[in-house]
């Protein structure tokens, strides 16, 4: 059977299976996805060709509309691109357990024929079940993302590895929420950001500081 019919099976069997949960498939990303009342529930299937097998790493990740609404007022980010952005997430399978999360360190999940694909869909439906719905549940809220973020500032966090995102969407959760030492916070981002890549995303965050200032006090929650 030709590598891009099992690739098509292997989607096909997950449709059913994520349907229970309300979560539907996004062809073109390769990701189910369910509608909240603050943005969007993700899990994505990487899909790797590597010739004899297919590599699958599962992400999780949520998006929050709003933040990502402000990002994207200074991202630079071209329009077509960020409708799609996460707030947070990462691999399933190798998320760092820091914040109190289980961590799922095991290989990528390889699928080799089609006679492999239920079992590699019930193997995708435990690391869902077991990990990504209490994930949603757990880090759905912008208090929940703020503490993730924000409590360790100087930490590495899994969840927004990247440091020019991490410092940014970590600034903008901190506005949303009104935390108490959101200008700590928004210091150290800043110095963060002077010492990565040679300050080549300053800019970009200090753009996105100005544009926070003009954010209408009455907006902000905690």
């Known amino acids: 059977m030709a590598k891009s019919e099992i690739r098509r099976l292997l989607f096909e069997e997950c449709v059913g299976r994520f349907s229970r949960y309300e979560f539907k498939l996004n062809k073109k990303k390769d990701w189910f996805f369910r509608r909240t009342a603050l943005g969007i529930n993700i899990f994505q299937l990487v899909v790797k060709n590597y010739g004899q097998h297919f590599s699958i790493d599962p992400q999780v990740a949520i998006r929050i509309d709003e933040v990502e ?8 980010f071209e329009p077509k691109y960020q409708k799609d952005t996460p707030t947070i997430g990462d691999s399933v399978l190798t998320l760092n357990p820091s914040k109190g999360i289980a961590t799922l360190l ?4 390889n699928l080799e024929s089609e006679n492999q694909i239920p079992r590699v869909v019930d193997e995708l439906m435990e690391l869902f079940e077991s990990f990504c719905l209490p994930y949603y549940g757990n880090y759905g809220s912008l208090n929940a ?8 500032p ?9 440091t020019w995102l991490r410092c940014s969407t970590g600034v903008i959760v901190a506005t949303l929420v009104a935390r108490p ?17 040679k300050g080549f995303y300053l800019p970009k965050y200090e753009a996105l500081i100005e544009d926070l200032k003009r954010y209408p006090t009455s907006s902000k929650r905690g």
């Open 181 to 197: 030492n959101l200008t700590e916070i928004a210091t150290i981002y800043h110095d963060r950001l002077s010492a990565f890549c």
């Open 154 to 162: 100087m930490a590495p966090c899994p969840h927004r590895g990247m």
């Open 145 to 152: 993302i703020d503490h993730l973020l924000n409590s360790e």
């Open 106 to 109: 095991q290989p990528r999940i």
């Open 69 to 76: 609404t402000i990002f994207h007022r200074t991202s630079g």
